[in-house]
């Protein structure tokens, strides 16, 4: 049987990312959170702890199937996951639907992920 993986936000931090996800423009944005793990044999559990909506505005493009931004402006979280023990999860939306990523999403988690491993230390 697979690893069941499962995520737990509190209902604050669900309303502001919602909100911030699907603010009415139909384009995508982007948010981080910043969780503590649990795991067993049968599960993974991921909480957050800190939620960071990043900025519309800061973002490079803006589409409604393409967000680009900047890894360098988040280099603030991934010093708090450091510092804290803590794993960053990349949030954002598909405003007009599909459950798919795209070839971007795929782009953008390679990118991330070759990032916060170099900065982390930590290959997870």
């Known amino acids: 049987m697979a690893m069941r993986i499962k995520l737990r936000m509190g209902g604050l931090h669900y ?12 384009n995508e944005s982007i948010a ?27 973002c490079i493009v803006r589409h409604p199937d393409r967000v680009v931004w900047s890894p360098s ?9 450091r510092n804290d023990g803590l794993f960053l ?3 954002h939306c598909h405003p007009g639907g599909g459950d798919k990523f795209s070839e971007y999403d795929n782009e953008s988690d390679l990118q991330l992920s ?4 170099g900065w982390l230390d930590k290959d997870v």
């Open 32 to 58: 981080f959170a910043l969780c503590g793990r649990y795991f067993d044999e049968e599960q993974e559990i991921f909480l957050v702890h800190k939620l960071e909506l990043f900025p519309n505005r800061q």
């Open 73 to 81: 402006e988040i280099t603030d979280l991934f010093e708090a996951c």
């Open 15 to 26: 309303e502001a990312l919602y909100r911030h996800l699907f603010s009415g423009d139909g």
């Open 114 to 117: 070759e990032t916060v491993t």
């Open 89 to 91: 999860l990349k949030i």
